[in-house]
T-cell receptor, first 117, second 117 residues
Framework: AQKITQTQPGMFVQEKEAVTLDCTYD???????LFWYKQPSSGEMIFLIY??????QNATEGRYSLNFQKARKSANLVISASQLGDSAMYFC??????????????FGAGTRLAVHP | DVKVTQSSRYLVKRTGEKVFLECVQDMDHENMFWYRQDPGLGLRLIYF???????EKGDIPEGYSVSREKKERFSLILESASTNQTSMYLC????????????????FGQGTRLTVV
């Protein structure tokens, strides 16, 4: 069965520093996709970054990068040069599995990030 | 502008009532999802659908059912509401991607906070 694990319930970082949010996943299917979403206190879900299981390079989107280690089944999010507006809940998600034509999308428990000035 | 719209932001229902949560998307997405979000547990998948009249159980389907009669609309039904179904409910949609496909970010509605008393 598919599973996403985020072991850090809360993290804090100083403004302008980098921070890594951990995510490990479990699946027996070689084809899957990994996502990170941000949920500010307003409640909306904001897509940040995507990594496909067959992608050779780590995904990057502006200050966000995904440290994809396939053998370890980890997909950590790295936020560089943290800003106060980065304070939010962050969710790791995985698409895959035989159900629904490989389109089942599951999420982890999330990590709450606090950026301190 | 892409949109996923949930029929209510806040809902208060009595134990034993039948409750309908409605979700409509205007992006012609094949996939639609229902999650519940609880502190410390993240987003847990209740049901999803990858086509009209198709549905797949998620990780916590007990006490819920769904209906998808039209592509743009996905309804979550609580057959007999109970207090342990008090939660935030999030609907999402995305394009269908075949196995090995690429980024199909999911778009989320604003959420429905359901309280069962």
């Amino acid at each position: 069965a598919q599973k996403i694990t985020q072991t850090q319930p809360g993290m804090f970082v100083q403004e302008k520093e980098a921070v890594t949010l951990d995510c490990t996943y479990d699946t027996s299917d070689p084809s899957y996709g990994l996502f990170w979403y941000k949920q500010p206190s307003s409640g909306e879900m904001i897509f940040l970054i995507y990594q496909g299981s067959y992608d050779q390079q780590n995904a990057t989107e502006g200050r966000y990068s995904l440290n994809f280690q396939k053998a370890r089944k980890s997909a950590n999010l790295v936020i560089s040069a943290s800003q106060l507006g980065d304070s939010a809940m962050y969710f790791c998600a995985m698409r895959g599995g035989v159900s629904g034509g490989y389109n089942k999308l599951i999420f982890g428990a999330g990590t709450r990030l606090a950026v301190h000035p | 502008d892409v949109k996923v719209t949930q029929s209510s932001r806040y809902l208060v229902k009595r134990t034993g009532e039948k409750v309908f949560l409605e979700c409509v998307q205007d992006m012609d997405h094949e996939n639609m999802f229902w999650y519940r979000q609880d502190p410390g547990l993240g987003l847990r998948l209740i049901y999803f659908s990858y086509d009209v009249k198709m549905k797949e159980k998620g990780d916590i389907p007990e006490g819920y059912s769904v209906s998808r009669e039209k592509k743009e609309r996905f309804s979550l039904i609580l057959e007999s509401a109970s207090t342990n179904q008090t939660s935030m409910y999030l609907c999402a949609s995305s394009f269908f991607v075949p196995r090995g496909g690429g980024n199909t970010e999911a778009f989320f509605g604003q959420g429905t906070r359901l309280t069962v008393v």
